[in-house]
């Protein structure tokens, strides 16, 4: 079955540093991965996906995500974090079912991350 | 563009009663919608996909009696909570999938709606 997992439940970064966000992944066949954001009541943000191409893919806000093979890893990063960018943060796959691809996403548990001022 | 809206966004019922919340694809035409439900704290709990035209498909686990969900239209679908009780209590969100687009994936998301039973 399709999975993903977020290690961290919380990633605590100050303003202006670096931020890694991590999810690994567990597929049969090539991933369609995503990252979504939710700030608090409200509902989910698309924030970048990879399908095919290059590893390092580009989304909204500034972030980015590396999708590892090897590693089976598409963490999400930043080069500079903002206390605007304190949300929690999902990081999703398509679904695969026995018929093949479906149009579900599964979602990982889901990462806080806090940016200090 | 790609926009879903959902309503309400806060509603408050008492224990016994049925609450119906609405998904709107507001510019684009959706035959497949998905309703999650999240606890506090916790990730997105698929309950059933949508599908527009016929019955919808749930996730093992979740009632069907007790979840009502209707997708008459290509832009509109319905989850009616029935006979509402406090463990129903929580944020329920929607997606939907355009069908305007090569599939990717991608889905779009309403604001959610928060239920809190009396």
């Known amino acids: 079955a399709q999975s993903v997992a977020q290690p961290e439940d919380q990633v605590n970064v100050a303003e202006g540093n670096p931020l890694t966000v991590k999810c690994t992944y567990s597929?049969?066949?090539?991933?369609?991965l995503f990252w979504y954001v939710q700030y608090p009541n409200r509902g989910l943000q698309f924030l970048l996906k990879?399908?095919?191409?290059?590893?390092l893919v580009k989304g909204s806000y500034g972030f980015e995500a590396e999708f590892n093979k090897s590693q089976t890893s598409f963490h999400l990063k930043k080069p500079s974090a903002l206390v605007s960018d304190s949300a929690l943060y999902f990081c999703?796959?398509?679904?695969?079912?026995?018929?093949?691809?479906?149009?579900?996403?599964?979602f990982g548990t889901g990462t806080l991350l806090a940016v200090q001022p | 563009g790609a926009v879903v809206s959902q309503h309400p966004s806060w509603v408050i019922c008492k224990s016994g009663t049925s609450v119906k919340i609405e998904c709107r694809s507001l510019?684009?035409?959706?035959?497949?919608m998905f309703w999650y439900r999240q606890f506090p704290k916790q990730s997105l709990m698929l309950m059933a996909t949508?599908?527009?035209?016929?019955?919808?498909?749930?996730e093992q686990g979740v009632e069907k009696d007790k979840f009502l969900i209707n997708h008459a239209s290509l832009t509109l679908s319905t989850l009616t909570v029935t006979s509402a009780h406090p463990e129903d209590s929580s944020f329920y969100i929607c997606?939907?999938?355009?069908?305007?687009?090569?599939?990717?994936?991608?889905?779009?998301f309403g604001e959610g709606s928060r239920l809190t039973v009396l």
């Open positions: 997606s939907a999938l355009r069908v305007d687009k090569p599939y990717t994936g991608e889905l779009f």
């Open positions: 597929v049969s066949g090539n991933p369609y």
């Open positions: 990879y399908i095919t191409g290059d590893n």
């Open positions: 999703a796959v398509r679904d695969i079912g026995q018929g093949g691809a479906t149009n579900k996403l599964i």
């Open positions: 510019d684009f035409q959706a035959t497949t």
């Open positions: 949508s599908n527009e035209g016929s019955k919808a498909t749930y």
